[in-house]
């Protein structure tokens, strides 16, 4: 990361990504606000606090809003999974968010659907350093190179899961309050937004509240499903092989980075 960053916020949207990350934290402690549990320390010499988002929108934002509030930490990683929609987005590949929508917002005929009311915009961005930064890092830690070499991805066997070399991509994702699980689905957001990359359910919440504080932020998701009639039954055997260890390798290397 470009700016040195004082304390930082991490969110993992899954149990299998949060506990990855306390097993290498050496001194947490457990806060409890709003019903969330808060872990405070240090990762590779940098304060973090650690927390799981919570499932949907409303979820994501209140967690946001409590680490920006009472933890002032001065900026925010999100690290999940999420389902591909763009044509070359494969199950492995991993998303890193330049932009992010509300799929599901729709003040229309009061506004145009997808604007966010007040803000005048659909699309938020992080911080362009930021993503950038983020995206050569990730592709860093997945390239052939270091995949080969083992290391934090050692236990990661992607011939035995049918999988083949992550690519990684940097575009839009979209988020909404639904688990998107069918072909017509994935076929009526990619005609709405054709742009979009991935389906999740809390980044543009997350993006939202970062940018009402001022705050930067990175959203970074490893595909687990492509969205379709199979994407239930994929999931919960790619984030224990993959997802998990991505999402630490990852986090660990943004931190060392500095
Ligand atoms: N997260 C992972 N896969 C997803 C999907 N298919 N829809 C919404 N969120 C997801």
Redesign the pocket.
């Known amino acids: 990361m470009n700016k040195p960053a004082g304390r930082i916020g991490i969110m993992a949207?899954m149990p299998e990504e949060l506990q990855a990350l306390l097993d290498v934290m050496p001194d947490e402690s457990l806060e409890r606000r709003a019903g969330r549990e808060f872990w405070v320390g240090h990762l590779h010499g940098r304060e973090v606090v650690v927390v799981l988002s919570r499932i949907g929108k409303v979820a994501a934002a209140t967690t946001t809003t409590v680490l920006l509030s009472c933890y002032g930490v001065d900026q925010i990683i999100f690290t999940?999974?999420?389902?591909g929609l763009g044509a070359g987005v494969r199950v492995g590949d991993v998303v890193v968010a330049d932009a992010l929508i509300q799929h599901d917002m729709d003040a229309s005929p009061l506004f145009p659907r997808f604007e966010l009311p007040g803000q005048g915009v659909s699309a938020l961005a992080p911080p362009a350093a930021l993503t950038t930064s983020v995206r050569d890092t990730v592709e860093q830690v997945l390239s052939p190179a270091a995949l080969a070499a083992g290391g934090a991805l050692a236990d990661v066997h992607l011939d035995a899961l049918g999988l083949s070399q992550p690519r990684v991509h940097q575009g839009l994702i979209i988020s909404?309050d639904?688990?998107?699980?069918s072909a017509q689905a994935c076929r009526d957001l990619t005609q709405a937004l054709p742009a979009a990359l991935a389906?999740?359910?809390e980044g543009a919440a997350v993006a939202q509240v970062c940018h009402d504080f001022g705050v930067p932020y990175a959203v970074i998701?490893t595909i687990?499903?492509?969205?379709d009639d199979d994407?239930h039954i994929d999931?919960p055997r790619f984030i224990e092989a993959v997802a998990r260890h991505y999402s630490l390798a990852i986090v660990e290397a943004l931190l060392k980075r500095g």
């Open positions: 949207a999940g999974v999420a389902g909404g639904q688990f998107i699980h389906v999740e359910m998701r687990s499903d492509r969205a994407a999931f």
